[in-house]
DNA sequence: GCTGGGATCGCCT
DNA sequence: GGCGATCCCAGCG
């Protein structure tokens, strides 16, 4: 199955499959990778989606095809980044909360201004710092270089078998009580694993 | 045309 | 564990 085909898949479906494959982007400074360990469904209906009340030009990306990434800022100072989801006209988008640094971690340390392997990429706004993701990127690709997501094959020596958790998600009000959030359990890497469980499989 | 709130982070205690 | 930073835009008028 292609990535773009894997990414039309049901949103809920993507947001599970995306954990343990890698997101990669290619920049003039180098490349930087990461295994995804923890990601949010926002689905159409839900009341925490950006895409819940209309299109507009904020949420635009989310009602495009899927395959594309969703960049927006958020608290007026961090950005955060999403793959589209579901079918063109429909806003929905998985977001990537988390990833376990595989590549360019000299990069991503000089991006954070840290050393500290767990504080790379633990959090929305850490990793699309980390990676190298800026507001311009809203709209492109995520499925062909420079910006992709790569099944976990292509990086044999970290696709260990995981098992999943399934709780409620981060930082929200509305829709608060939706058990979609997905992460790698036992994972140090994944931003906040103690939060209402309540789910696990895999 | 104004106002308030938000899918966060880092520094302080 | 608490809070301040700081900006886009939706909602209302």
Do not use: M, N
């Given at each position: 199955m292609s990535t773009l085909?894997?990414?039309?898949?049901p949103t809920t479906e993507v947001a599970t499959g995306l954990l343990g494959m890698f997101l990669v982007h290619e920049t003039a400074d180098g490349v930087t990778a990461g295994r995804i360990v923890e990601t949010e469904a926002y689905l159409w209906g839900d009341p925490a989606c950006h895409a819940y009340?209309?299109?507009?030009?904020?949420n635009a990306t989310m009602f495009g095809p899927p395959g594309f990434a969703y960049v927006?800022?958020?608290y007026g100072l961090h950005y955060c980044v999403n793959v589209v989801t579901g079918p063109e006209g429909v806003g929905e988008a998985v977001l990537i909360r988390a990833l376990e640094p595989v590549e360019g971690i000299p990069l991503m340390q000089a991006r954070r201004g840290t050393t500290k392997l767990g504080d790379l990429c633990k959090g929305p706004g850490r990793l699309v710092q980390a990676m190298g993701i800026n507001k311009a990127m809203n709209g492109m690709s995520i499925t062909?270089?420079?910006?992709?997501?790569?099944?976990?094959t292509a990086y044999p020596a970290a696709n260990t078998s995981f098992r999943m958790v399934t709780t409620t998600r981060i930082g929200i009000t509305q829709g608060a009580?939706?058990?979609?959030?997905?992460y790698v359990e036992g994972s140090p890497f994944v931003s906040f694993p103690l939060r209402k469980v309540t789910?696990?499989?895999?």
């Open positions: 085909h894997f990414l039309s898949l009340r209309r299109k507009t030009a904020r927006y800022q958020i062909e270089p420079p910006f992709q997501v790569v099944p976990a009580d939706l058990p979609y959030r997905f789910g696990e499989k895999k």
